[in-house]
């Protein structure tokens, strides 16, 4: 039995949809944005022809970045930390931020 490549197969394709998919449900039940708002960010996110799951991280990204909780500058230089701090971790070991300062 396969899984269906679809987002409505009733499984991910990847961790980080399940992850996105979790944080996004936590962050409505939080209050941070109602989900009748939230499924017409994502709706106008598809609507352009982004992926589903790349659609849904832009909308959240647009969302949260509109409530001054996550600016897109902000989000592109931790991202960058985590990816320099990935870099400078030896493998098999933890990734953790603090090592993004180790990268020459």
Known sequence: MSTPDTPFGGAFQAPWQAQLFG????LSDAGVFSWPLWTE?????????????????????AMLAERGLA???EVTALAHRWEDA????????????ENASQLG
């Open 86 to 97: 990935a870099h400078a971790t030896p493998h098999g070991q933890p990734i953790r931020l």
């Open 71 to 73: 600016l897109p500058d």
């Open 41 to 61: 960010a994502l709706g106008a996110k598809i609507a352009e022809g982004f992926d589903y799951w790349d659609a849904w991280l832009m909308a959240l990204e």
């Open 23 to 26: 944080l996004t449900v936590a």
